[in-house]
T-cell receptor
Framework: DGGITQSPKYLFRKEGQNVTLSCEQN?????MYWYRQDPGQGLRLIYY???????QKGDIAEGYSVSREKKESFPLTVTSAQKNPTAFYLC???????????FGQGTRLTVV | SQELEQSPQSLIVQEGKNLTINCTSS?????LYWYKQKYGEGLIFLMM?????EEKSHEKITAKLDEKKQQSSLHITASQPSHAGIYLC?????????FGAGTRLTVKP
């Protein structure tokens, strides 16, 4: 079945470590997005990519990095520079920028 | 930048009651999306509205976009426990999507 898959579902990180969250889609979508969700808050855009080998910063890109080497993959690295990384991370994709987005099931990252 | 404000922040209704959630934009909307989220899960697409005055329905959920395309409402008729969750509106901004803070709906049996 077509869809968007995030892994792992839960992730624990020690302070000072970098971690990478995986996002894979087999929908043949050009655009992909990473959002962060904190309790009681909406989604805040971290990075987005409209096409392979191109990506743009969102509202809260500091402390995060991404790559888009393949159309189907858009991994997010949470670096040690991100001061408050504990959150729920959601990846999404859409066939075109600004069209309906499909979401993965999310990754809950906890710093221990 | 485009901002989406949702109201109310949370809503508790008795099963069988109707309810409305609002989404207001600071700028003209060129595409308004409604999503539902269960706690700890991804977002499920409900409906998309593009034209001023447009109205769409799916089962007991109806969404409208006003003529000026700056406000949308989501109406649930005869609510059920399965309607419980967080409802978020999203809008296309430049080449990305932005979301409101969400409305948490609780339906009491």
């Amino acid at each position: 079945d077509g869809g968007i898959t995030q892994s792992p579902k839960y992730l624990f990180r020690k302070e000072g470590q970098n971690v990478t969250l995986s996002c894979e889609q087999n929908l043949n979508h050009d655009a992909m997005y990473w959002y962060r969700q904190d309790p009681g808050q909406g989604l805040r855009l971290i990075y987005y990519s409209q096409i392979v080998n191109d990506f743009q910063k969102g509202d809260i890109a500091e402390g995060y990095s991404v790559s888009r080497e393949k159309k189907e993959s858009f991994p997010l690295t949470v670096t040690s520079a991100q001061k408050n990384p504990t959150a729920f991370y959601l990846c999404a994709s859409s066939i075109l920028p600004r069209s309906e987005a499909f979401f993965g099931q999310g990754t809950r990252l906890t710093v221990v | 930048s485009q901002e989406l404000e949702q109201s109310p922040q949370s809503l508790i209704v008795q099963e069988g009651k109707n309810l409305t959630i609002n989404c207001t934009s600071s700028k003209t909307l060129y595409g308004l999306y409604w999503y539902k989220q269960k706690y700890g899960e991804g977002l499920i697409f409900l409906m998309m509205l593009q034209k001023g005055g447009e109205e769409k329905s799916h089962e007991k959920i109806t969404a409208k976009l006003d003529e000026k395309k700056q406000q949308s409402s989501l109406h649930i008729t005869a609510s059920q426990p399965s309607h419980a969750g967080i409802y978020l509106c999203g809008a296309a901004v430049n080449n990305d999507m932005r979301f409101g803070a969400g409305t948490r709906l609780t339906v009491k049996p």
